[in-house]
Structure formats: C-alpha cells, structure tokens
C-alpha cells in the first residue's frame, strides 16, 4: 500500500481549517494507505515560546487526533522529538542542501525580513520537514498551496542525495485533498485562518458560545446578498465554502444573519462529538501516551533501517 505522511505542528491550537484541510483527509483515507500521523514538535522550536505550553499542546494536539478520529490499529501516530531518527537525517540532509535553497523559503524570508533575532532552526527547519518525510519511505504527502515549496525541497535533496551516493531514498509526491478549499480568518477573509494569531479563528475545541460569537462578527460586506463572490465579497464566500465543506446547504439566505446561524448550526454539529470524544480521552492521559508510544514502535524500524542506509551511502562507517 501507498505510504502517506501528514505532519501538525504544535504552534498553537488546532482549528477548523485544519480540521477539514489536513485532519479530515486523513481520517477518510486510512483504509488505503499507511498513514502516519506525525505531531512536529520539534518544528515549535524555530520560534519564541513557552516550554510547558509547548507540551501542553502537544498533548493536546495528540489527543484531539484520536478524538477526532485517527485510529491507531490503522495509523501510526508519532511524536516526532521522540524519535532520534528525525534529528539524525537532518544533519545528513543538511550536508547535502546549500544555504541558498534554505534561505529562499517563502517562510523564512517573510520572518527574518521583520528584524530582531531569527533563529538558525528557522532556516533550516525545511530541511528536518525533508528529514520527516524521507525518513518513513513516504510515497504521498499531502499539501497545500503554503507547503508546495517545502516538499519540492524535499524532492530536490532527495534526488541529489541518490545521484551523488546512491540509491538511498523514496522520492515523494505531493497530493491535493479531494477539496482545496481554504478556510480564511473570519475577522479578515483576506488571511488564511491560523493556529496561533487572528480574531476570526474557530478552534476545534473553542466552546459553543464562543464559536456563535466568532461567527457572528464574521465580516461581511455592504453588498446585502449572500452569493459566492471572492473578489467582491470574500467573507461572505468564505461563510459559504464553510458550509459546503460541511455538506451543509448553502443557501437561499434571507440575510448576512441567516447565513452565520446556518454556519454557526454547520460547526456546531461537526464539532460537538469531537469535543465530547477529546473530553473523554483527556481523563485517561495513559491510553494517549500508550498510543504514541505504539506508534514509535510501528515506525522505528523504517526510521532506522533508512538512517542506516543514508549513513553507509554518504560514507559515515556504521
């Protein structure tokens, strides 16, 4: 079967974009493919943060994934810090990218242009996602359009590393989910809806009133009717690529008003029983740790089995 890699990081909280852009396909596609589900910690360490709030949402994270739906008997689900491999891998990816190709991330650029202290892990993180990847014999990794450079980088050092020394690595394909619908910030439909900053976020475990409220301040526009229009009317495309998203009816609607309550109604029962499920699971924080460290063990022959034959290509003595 097709190997498949999604990865999450842990620099804020999981929300609804995630939800239906990475979290949602993967739930679906277990059946037909070996997927692992990785939470990339070790990717929350490029910039400023809180130690026990790092591992608060990496916990979090872990079992909101179960919660929603990532079975372990079908997935492997993995801490990436708590396997060695990933670091390992880096360091000999790293011997094989130039500065330049680091350097040239859309990410990387846009955070070091703003001035004040940039950490070296901030460039050279795309390396460790190429680590993550190469590391399993990934054959599928889903993306979207913010992550199309970074797994063309992947491919590149991949295919470098077999001319140079050998056959050595899978080279991986980028796949689209069956749905490339973008969920945009709620409060500026101009900006895709993050983990860690912006108004119009819906977090999969927000509270009911507060998603009612996130929704209801939901910019709209003064045209006065609710159609799909992206340039002259983002927010309200954007209320109505969330219905559809949820296989809600999207429309006729009388008003702005009648079009969030639909929206508000769509979340709600998508999110409720998520929130029910994380709830339970948070009681037993045992079975969660169980699961991860069930995962380390599905994976870790793959993990060393490739480090070993990186290691032994690029001429390191074994």
Do not use: W
Not at 113 to 128: D, E, I, K, N, Q
Not at 223 to 251: F, K, W, Y
């Amino acid at each position: 079967m097709t190997r498949r890699l999604t990865g999450f990081t842990t620099t804020g909280r999981l929300h609804l974009g995630n939800y239906l852009g990475a979290m949602r396909p993967l739930i679906a596609g277990q059946g037909a493919a070996h997927s692992i589900a990785m939470i990339a910690d070790l990717h929350a360490l490029t910039i400023e943060h809180d130690p026990g709030r790092l591992r608060e949402l990496t916990r979090e994270q872990a079992t909101l994934l179960l919660a929603a739906g990532v079975d372990p008997a079908r997935t492997a689900l993995i801490l990436q810090s708590s396997i060695p491999e990933h670091t390992t891998l880096h360091y000999l990816l790293e011997s094989t990218t130039s500065y330049g190709e680091a350097a040239r991330m859309i990410q990387f650029k846009e955070k070091s242009a703003g001035g004040g202290p940039v950490r070296l892990s901030l460039l050279t993180y795309p390396v460790l996602m190429a680590a993550d990847i190469l590391l399993y014999d990934i054959d599928q990794v889903p993306v979207g359009d913010d992550q199309n450079q970074h797994l063309e980088l992947a491919r590149t050092v991949a295919l470098r590393f077999n001319r140079r020394y050998g056959d050595t690595f899978v080279v991986p394909e980028g796949v689209r989910p069956d749905s490339a619908a973008r969920v945009m910030d709620l409060a500026d439909p101009a900006a895709k809806m993050s983990k860690s900053k912006g108004a119009g976020r819906i977090g999969v475990l927000d509270p009911p009133e507060q998603i009612r409220r996130t929704i209801a301040r939901a910019v709209t526009d003064t045209v006065g009717v609710v159609r799909h229009d992206p340039e002259r009317q983002p927010g309200v495309t954007n209320l109505l690529t969330i219905l559809s998203e949820l296989g809600a009816p999207t429309g006729p609607f009388s008003s702005y008003g009648d079009l969030k309550r639909s929206v508000t109604d769509a979340v709600e029962a998508t999110l409720a029983p998520i929130r029910e499920r994380y709830a339970e699971l948070s009681d037993d924080p045992g079975y969660v740790d169980s699961i991860l460290a069930k995962g380390r063990e599905q994976v870790l022959p793959v993990a060393e089995a490739t480090v070993r034959r990186a290691k032994r290509a690029i001429g390191l003595l074994d």
